[in-house]
């Protein structure tokens, strides 16, 4: 039997004896299939690698410095360090004056100790001279005066009386030498990479990034950049998981297009060697041609259901005997581009961020007010595409047009997703919603 004549077979979720498919009571919530997907996910192995490779990555070890920071006492400002027993009590009419002994660079040691009645010029960040205990900026001082009237800097007058310490970074202000300065479990972002560069060091240890697997099904499929011929259409879920797995901190590894037959799906499933997580698109649901369920139930533990959301109802899980009979997680999204991308964002997304050691696995969730209907014609819960804005401190979400699972554009459009519960067949305009922020950046000012 080829696989064009693969037989009408009942396929998905439990009949019924008087043959009704996908009543509600057979759906799993989301919040079950949820539950159940992520029980097969936990934080990968640790990985060492360049500072600046790390960014987004989870550190897999506690960061102790070894050094302080600053390493030595330094000045703060461009001025004199001088003793504050020198200037206590100083003012612009009864200045204290003192013999400047010499200067102080940034990157320089200091080679004379400041004694009563001395100062050294300094410069922010030049270690302070033994002796001296504060730092009066040169603006406090005769300095500008004396350069002006071209007098040698060999003295100066100190203008103002300033607090003991003034202008001392003391040694190990930021850190102290073996001080816990980012706990294992961190998110390296910018800020991170730069006090661990402060400390050092050019190599970190993080979880490393999941590999995942994306593999696109279907006969009408065609590969970006040939011509379109009769029937066919582009192979956009590929391209819209893939760049979704990257945006979640995976590396995906695209593995083409399997065609609606066991041979060449069976065939492109030998490239998931060496992946995390398999995500497939497509022939998961009722058709005559949705062969990939039969793969996988040959060649793993699957599981295949309905869920009760829209999009995205149909969906596949389980394991895939992979490879050199490696168990690899599975993820069989359904084959509409918006039904693959809301799926993915609810479920492969939170198990990609879990094996990358990430415990803020959710998107932020705002109370909004709804500026045109989501309808809910059977039961589910619906996820509407919206354009979040904020107006007068409150969020309006707008939907995006027509929500078919098919109209990738309106996804596209959408900064969230609207969420309209499953026992109520209308939001309104006017109603409160919650949305799911998709993208949370500043259009939406937050
Ligand atoms: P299926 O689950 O195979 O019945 O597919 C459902 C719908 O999604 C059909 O209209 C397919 O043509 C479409 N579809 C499946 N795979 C892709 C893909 N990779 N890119 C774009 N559309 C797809
Ligand atoms: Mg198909």
Same mark, same amino acid.
């Given at each position: ?9 009942? &396929? ?13 009571? =057979? ?21 060492? /690698? ?9 550190? *897999? ?14 000045? @703060?400002?461009?001025?004199? *360090? ?6 206590? !009590?100083?003012?612009?009419? +009864? ?29 922010? %960040? ?15 001082? #005769? ?10 800097? #060999? ?5 103002? #009386? ?39 060091? =050019? ?22 950049? @040939?011509?379109?011929? %009769? !029937? ?28 609606? +037959? ?5 065939? /492109?499933?030998?490239?998931?060697? !060496?992946? =995390? ?34 999009? @995205?109802?149909?969906? *596949? ?9 490696? +168990? ?28 990358? %050691? ?13 500026? %045109?209907?989501?309808?809910? =014609?059977? !039961?589910?819960?619906?996820? *509407? ?26 996804? &596209? ?34």
């Amino acid at each position: 039997m080829t696989s064009h004549q693969h037989g009408q077979q009942p &396929s998905e979720g439990p009949v019924h004896a008087h043959g009704h498919r996908h009543a509600a009571e =057979d759906m799993l919530s989301v919040e079950e299939a949820y539950e159940r997907v992520m029980a097969s996910f936990q934080t990968l192995e640790a990985e060492e /690698k360049p500072l600046l490779d790390c960014m987004g990555q989870v550190l *897999a070890e506690d960061i102790l410095s070894p050094l302080a920071l600053p390493p030595l006492a330094n000045s @703060a400002m461009d001025g004199y *360090a001088l003793r504050h027993s020198d200037i206590a !009590g100083a003012s612009q009419e +009864n200045p204290s004056n003192l013999r400047v002994i010499g200067l102080v660079a940034a990157g320089q040691m200091p080679d004379k100790s400041v004694a009563p009645g001395t100062a050294v010029r300094i410069m922010t %960040g030049a270690p302070v001279p033994d002796g001296a205990d504060t730092v009066v900026p040169f603006e406090e001082t #005769d300095e500008v005066q004396r350069k002006k009237e071209g007098k040698p800097l #060999d003295q100066v007058a100190i203008f103002a #009386d300033m607090p003991v310490g003034c202008n001392v970074r003391p040694a190990g202000e930021d850190v102290s030498l073996g001080a816990l300065v980012l706990k294992k479990g961190t998110v390296v972002r910018a800020a991170e990479v730069g006090v661990i560069a402060s400390l050092g060091l =050019d190599k970190v240890k993080v979880i490393r990034r999941p590999v995942v697997a994306v593999l696109a099904t279907g006969d009408e499929l065609e590969n970006l950049g @040939a011509p379109l011929t %009769g !029937g066919k259409i582009y192979d956009s879920n590929s391209f819209s998981v893939a760049a979704s797995v990257a945006a979640s901190g995976g590396i995906p590894k695209i593995l083409g297009i399997a065609r609606d +037959n066991l041979g060449d799906l069976n065939a /492109k499933l030998e490239a998931t060697a !060496g992946s =995390d997580l398999v995500v497939t698109s497509a022939g998961v649901s009722k058709g005559d041609y949705d062969i990939v369920k039969d793969v996988l139930n040959e060649r793993g533990e699957m599981n295949f259901w309905s869920v009760r959301m829209r999009p @995205a109802k149909p969906l *596949a899980f389980g394991h895939l005997n992979g490879p050199g009979g490696k +168990n690899i997680p599975l993820l069989g999204l359904p084959g509409n581009p918006v039904s693959a991308m809301v799926a993915f964002e609810m479920f492969a997304r939170p198990a990609i961020r879990t094996m990358l %050691g990430k415990v803020k696995i959710p998107r932020p969730v705002v109370e909004g007010v709804l500026t %045109g209907p989501i309808h809910n =014609d059977d !039961g589910r819960r619906v996820y *509407a595409r919206v354009e979040v804005e904020l107006k007068d401190g409150k969020y309006h979400a707008t939907p995006t047009g027509p929500q078919g699972s098919n109209i990738l554009t309106s996804m &596209s459009r959408a900064n969230g997703l609207a969420i309209c519960p499953e026992d109520l067949p209308v939001k309104n305009a006017g109603d409160q919603v919650q949305i799911i922020m998709l993208d949370w950046n500043e259009e939406v000012q937050v």
